[in-house]
């Protein structure tokens, strides 16, 4: 039923009732694999999940040899910083209610421009809670779960999320306790103030704790106002002995119909060590701030829907007031009544580099300790993703530390019948610097069909000559029952010069729901 119009009215229900609102769903797999690293051969396993509904908004999870093969590979990232990447959270367990668990949740607003925003050039903010450190190495490679529980929902002008997890040990990976509590309570009329409470305890009596408050404002609909502190706790002997253990950031965030402004600052000592976060600096002050005014001129409204010049900064210091990083951002965003849309734009950047900095690991070429400066020029325009055929293109070039950067994206998707997408896209980065000279090729291309609504294929492809790899994770599922699936998934590696194989998997899995 689409059309509420023609919607009637359901009369003479008496006696109903809820059940007990109780969910089993136990999982049997199998697997085989071969690998040159180790000996994998062949396993099974089973376990349970369970769901209860406490209340109407209260919900209570159980999980047992907790498993995750049915999801989706990560896709490969060039790292052209000398930070941390950021890989997003991909397994339905802890995204399911994850948003109860965001600290400081006003930091990070994102301006969505025809070519990425300002938050192209810029570092992941950070974040207090992220799932990715239970159950994954460093490298992304699984670590098994033993099991765990989490509690999450509202009761009243109250939000609450509970999580405790238990991993076992693997390889160079102790056996591992996660806990994370937050509860949120609304205050006037549309705003929130909470704490969080995350703890890490590993086999040694090695441990990591982490205690917060924040409060978010929403006032006349279109002001945010933010605040947050946090601190840890940690042995001496993985800290540094002097610094600061503690964060603090502060920040607001104004829109209405023709302005957008934005604006935090963020303080974290050298000794904040949030092992169940993903904090990129430690011991930096940071000021981010992003302006820009929309334009939607009336004269042009049949084909021109809005263009966003915006103007952003992003300052990173030492504790000790030294420059570290800076990033002015000027760009022009346009976006047109078909959908399609684009962004020129320019974005001077400082980098202060205490030590040297080695970019490519692998061809083992660094860049010197020094202050640069230089300026990265780019471009991109998309057509309309929601059409059956849609692209895009992005094109970066400009100076880059001792030497020269361009950066090329261009992708394609299609979407037929329903049934049918696809997408590729490809990156290339060519690299000019003193110490050397090297070029990356990136290639991620998706396939995704569906023979009906019972039953799905995935592919992801992936091609890098950074890491010198081929992978694919080829993924097939089936509904053979409400909530209860079948999945057949296929991952493999090949060495990209070689052609021969790194790795190979094939996992079996089913899931059967019980309610009661």
Not at 156 to 174: F, H, P
Not at 506 to 513: F, S, W
Request: no cysteine; hydrophobic share 35%.
């Amino acid at each position: 039923m689409q059309r509420v119009s023609l919607a009637g009215t359901l009369e003479g229900l008496q006696g109903v009732r809820p059940g007990n609102d109780i969910r089993l769903k136990p999982f049997v797999l199998g697997s085989a694999g071969k690998s040159t690293r180790a000996d994998v051969g062949t396993d099974g396993n089973a376990g349970l999940d369970v769901k209860y509904g406490v209340t109407s908004g209260l919900t209570w999870d159980f999980t047992v040899n907790t498993d995750f093969s049915q999801v989706e590979a990560d896709e490969q990232q060039v790292n052209l910083t000398r930070f941390s990447l950021f890989f997003p959270e991909k397994r339905d367990f802890f995204l399911e209610n994850s948003g109860i668990f965001q600290f400081g949740q006003g930091r990070g607003v994102v301006f969505a421009g025809g070519g990425g925003g300002l938050t192209s050039g810029r570092q992941t903010d950070s974040i207090l809670f992220f799932s990715r450190r239970i159950g994954l190495s460093e490298n992304g490679d699984s670590i098994p779960i033993a099991a765990g529980t989490r509690l999450t929902g509202r009761f009243g002008a109250y939000s609450v999320g509970a999580l405790n997890i238990q991993q076992r040990s693997k390889n160079t990976s102790l056996a591992t306790n996660f806990t994370a509590f937050r509860l949120r309570r609304n205050i006037l009329a549309n705003s929130d103030v909470g704490l969080i409470f995350l703890n890490k305890d590993a086999e040694g009596r090695m441990y990591d704790r982490v205690i917060g408050t924040d409060a978010n404002f929403r006032f006349f609909e279109n002001l945010d106002l933010n605040v947050a502190v946090a601190k840890t706790f940690s042995p001496a002997a993985v800290t540094s002995s002097d610094g600061s253990d503690s964060m603090g950031n502060g920040g607001f965030h104004y829109r209405d119909r023709r302005w957008e402004l934005q604006a935090t600052y963020a303080r974290i000592g050298q000794r904040f060590n949030d092992e169940m976060g993903f904090v990129p600096r430690t011991g930096v002050a940071q000021f981010d701030s992003t302006n820009g005014m929309r334009f939607r001129p009336k004269q042009l409204s049949k084909w021109l829907r809005e263009l966003f010049p915006h103007l952003g900064v992003t300052n990173v210091s030492f504790l000790t007031g030294d420059l570290q990083s800076r990033l002015i951002g000027a760009h022009m965003s346009i976006n047109l009544q078909d959908g399609s849309g684009g962004e020129l734009g320019v974005d001077p950047t400082t980098e202060n580099l205490l030590v040297p900095f080695q970019i490519n690991r692998r061809r083992g070429i660094s860049i010197p300790a020094g202050r640069y400066q230089f300026n990265d020029w780019h471009t991109s325009w998309r057509t309309n993703a929601s059409a059956p055929v849609s692209v895009n293109a992005r094109a970066d070039v400009g100076d880059f530390y001792d030497g020269y950067k361009q950066s090329y994206t261009v992708g394609a998707a299609v979407r037929l019948n329903g049934r049918f997408n696809a997408s590729i896209n490809e990156s290339r980065n060519q690299i000019r610097l003193r110490a050397g000279q090297y070029t990356t090729d990136l290639i991620t291309a998706r396939l995704e069909y569906g023979f009906s609504t019972m039953a799905f294929a995935n592919a992801l492809l992936q091609y890098n000559t950074d890491a010198r790899e081929w992978s694919s994770n080829l993924r097939f599922n089936i509904i053979h029952r409400p909530l209860s699936d079948f999945f057949l998934v296929f991952n493999e590696r090949r060495d990209s010069t070689t052609g021969g194989l790194l790795d190979r998997a094939l996992v079996a899995k089913m899931t059967y729901m019980m309610a009661f």
